[in-house]
């Protein structure tokens, strides 16, 4: 079955250290593979995306994202945090059973990243 | 601002009734998502539309159904409400229905069942 596993439900950082959020996925096929940000009483925004290409991504707010075909991870990643980076942080994976015109996203768990100042 | 809208913001209901969402996608796109997200299942796919057709079905309960009108905007219809379908229900958009591009999402409704 396609997943997507966000093995930590929580990670904290100081502000101004380096932050990773990590995101693990098994699908078949080429994985095309999103991360979002959720803040308190907000929709998801969405930061970044891997379809092909480099596997360093960069997104919005700093962010970047490795993805790792052998390890079949898409970290997130910021070189040095800030105290607004603290929300929610979801990785997704596009389902490879949907194609064409249908489009079926697959939801990790979510990391609460929380920044201390 | 995301440009997509969601209306109610709040909604608050009893068992057994019947509530329909409102969501107006971005000007332009033409796919619409519904996902629900509760404390116990997190983020759950229910439906795609993609001009005006159901294109991808999720994890959407029979007491469930959705539609996308001609002018693009679609509606999420629960019925027979209980308990367990409190939570904040999102509709996104995108661009074009593959899956390659993001997804945009609003603002959500949260619906409370007592």
């Known amino acids: 079955a396609q997943s997507v596993a966000q093995p930590e439900d929580q990670v904290n950082v100081a502000e101004g250290n380096p932050l990773t959020v990590k995101c693990t996925y098994s699908?078949?096929?080429?994985?095309?593979l999103f991360w979002y940000v959720q803040y308190p009483n907000r929709g998801l925004q969405f930061l970044l995306k891997?379809?092909?290409?480099?596997?360093l991504v960069k997104g919005s707010y700093g962010f970047e994202a490795e993805f790792n075909k052998s390890q079949t991870s898409f970290h997130l990643k910021k070189p040095s945090a800030l105290v607004s980076d603290s929300a929610l942080y979801f990785c997704?994976?596009?389902?490879?059973?949907?194609?064409?015109?249908?489009?079926?996203?697959?939801f990790g768990s979510g990391t609460r990243l929380s920044i201390r100042p | 601002d995301s440009g997509v809208t969601q209306t109610p913001k709040h909604l608050i209901t009893a068992t057994g009734q019947r509530v329909t969402l409102r969501c107006s996608p971005r000007?332009?796109?033409?796919?619409v998502y519904w996902y629900q997200q509760s404390l116990d299942q997190g983020l759950q796919f229910l439906i795609q539309?993609?001009?005006?057709?159901?294109?991808a079905k999720g994890n959407i309960l029979e007491r469930f159904s959705a539609q996308q009108f001609p002018d693009l905007h679609s509606e999420l219809n629960l019925s027979s409400l209980e308990l367990g379908d409190s939570a904040l229900y999102f509709c996104?958009?995108?661009?074009?229905?593959?899956?390659?591009?993001?997804?945009?999402f609003g603002p959500g409704t949260r619906l409370t069942v007592t």
């Open positions: 996104a958009s995108s661009v074009e229905p593959t899956s390659s591009y993001e997804q945009y």
């Open positions: 699908v078949s096929g080429n994985p095309y």
């Open positions: 891997y379809i092909t290409g480099d596997n």
């Open positions: 997704a994976v596009r389902d490879p059973t949907t194609g064409g015109s249908a489009s079926k996203i697959i």
């Open positions: 000007s332009g796109d033409l796919s």
């Open positions: 539309y993609y001009n005006g057709e159901e294109r």
